[in-house]
């Protein structure tokens, strides 16, 4: 295990963590390790690859490696800000290189976006969401040049670096490489997976003296949950028309007004109302998502509405919730969701929508079932039924934009992450099927998808929805 909670869960910006997080992160990281070359530079160019040049634009690629560029990183940039930062590079032809020295910067020159190649020529990585940066010096010499791949849900990797030695550095005290490994450790130990994951957390905290490690992580995860619930709050209370050029209204307001006014009116004796808020809640974070708003990971941007919508309804319509049972949620989840990260991929470039809002459901199912108090093996059914149905679906969003059919597609998967922790709450803890059977089935199918199927907008729904 090398993956932390808060890896997974990462604070940030829309549309989208693989093409708008990682791009920023990695233009950011390259723009301030230039160092002492920075005053020699006089131009950069960025060139996309594969899923990022074919959705690019609809994702915000071009957008994310500009703020990047000019020094702004996902989960500290104010997102109020981006649209007057973007206009005024575009309008001036130039950026403040790392925040600190103006260059010129011509958009169609210096931003190339190579639709004809799935991976950056000479790369080792083979990946399809390549970016690769060069900064010039006045006589157009190259100065720096290097090569980046988003892989999923604001995680990079440079081309070429080796990162085994900063994975030996992350010990656990419970370490675990599979779902037998994470519940046979948790039965010797006598714990819970959301304990374990408790005692790992802790042993990846450094710093602050000032609080324990255990409160450290627990202060970590309620800024989790408060960014999540302040996320639902501003996409239920928005209206109008998502940008991109769609013209998809925003759904979550209507809903949750008329709900309200059910609630209001008595007329709330519909048994699976909930069901409906479940909609409104992963509506309203995505709507936010495809608005360029602030959202968390979970894991991905796209799949970003799954686990706050479940964890909602956990909050308001189990009678005996409390905030330990959130807790035990997103300690719980995030064990479900470093076992994807680490032996098949959340990327829906690489393996479609099933490793985004596929790993989504499943992981929001563990929680639930854990919040519930349910024994480590109904955790580990639970994930393993929501993926079990989910497995094939593609990524096709129409025009690049991770608006449909994502933002119903997360409406979705929440319910049946609920219906999978029913169903694991309500059987037998013996199965046929392995969650370690269903993660390897996952990226197996994704390997073999046709790579027009896995986040480039060539076929699926954005094909075929020729109008729009």
Not at 211 to 217: F, G, T
Request: glycine share 10%; proline share 4%; with cysteine.
């Amino acid at each position: 295990m090398t993956t932390s909670l808060f890896d997974l869960y990462k604070i940030g910006v829309g549309p989208s963590s693989s093409h708008t997080m990682g791009p920023m992160r990695a233009a950011c990281r390259f723009a301030r390790e230039l160092g002492g070359l920075l005053a020699r530079v006089e131009r950069i160019q960025a060139e996309l690859f594969g899923s990022l040049a074919l959705t690019g634009l609809g994702h915000a690629t071009d957008r994310a490696v500009l703020l990047g560029l000019a020094g702004n990183e996902p989960a500290a940039i104010d997102p109020a800000s981006i649209d007057s930062t973007i206009a005024e590079i575009r309008a001036t032809h130039r950026l403040d290189l790392a925040g600190v020295r103006r260059i010129p910067f011509e958009e169609p020159r210096d931003l190339i976006f190579r639709k004809n190649l799935m991976f950056p020529p000479g790369a080792l990585t083979e990946h399809p969401n390549g970016l690769r940066l060069k900064a010039f010096d006045a006589a157009g010499a190259i100065l720096c040049e290097r090569t980046f791949f988003s892989i999923g849900g604001g995680f990079i990797t440079e081309d070429g670096a080796d990162a085994s030695a900063a994975m030996q550095q992350r010990e656990v005290p419970f370490p675990f490489h599979n779902a037998a490994e994470l519940l046979a450790t948790a039965h010797a130990n006598e714990l819970s997976i959301s304990q374990l994951m408790l005692e790992n957390e802790c042993a990846l905290i450094s710093g602050d003296a000032a609080l324990s490690p255990v409160e450290i992580v627990r202060d970590g995860i309620e800024r989790i949950w408060e960014t999540m619930q302040a996320c639902v709050r501003r996409g239920i209370a928005a209206e109008g028309i998502l940008p991109g050029g769609l013209k998809v209204r925003r759904r979550a307001h209507l809903l949750a007004t008329r709900l309200r006014e059910k609630e209001t009116e008595g007329l709330n004796c519909d048994p699976l109302a909930p069901l409906d808020w479940i909609t409104v809640y992963a509506m309203a974070v995505n709507e936010e998502n495809a608005a360029g708003g602030r959202v968390v990971t979970a894991p991905t941007n796209g799949a970003s509405g799954v686990v706050p919508a479940v964890a909602h309804y956990y909050d308001r319509f189990v009678p005996d919730s409390d905030h330990e049972g959130i807790v035990r949620f997103f300690l719980t989840s995030a064990a479900i969701g470093i076992l994807y990260k680490e032996n098949a991929s959340i990327s829906g470039a690489e393996v479609g929508c099933q490793g985004e809002v596929g790993v989504a459901c499943s992981m929001a199912a563990a929680g639930l079932t854990a919040a519930l108090g349910g024994t480590n093996g109904q955790v580990e059914h639970a994930a393993e039924i929501a993926m079990e149905h989910n497995l094939g679906m593609t990524c096709d969003p129409i025009g690049g934009l991770v608006q449909i059919p994502c933002i119903e597609r997360n409406a979705m998967a929440a319910s049946k992450a609920v219906q999978a922790t029913r169903l694991a709450l309500n059987e037998c803890e013996a199965h046929k099927v392995s969650l370690d059977q269903v993660i390897r089935t996952m990226y197996l199918t994704g390997l073999d998808m046709q790579s027009r199927y896995k986040e480039t907008s060539l076929a699926g729904l954005a094909l075929n929805i020729i109008e729009c």
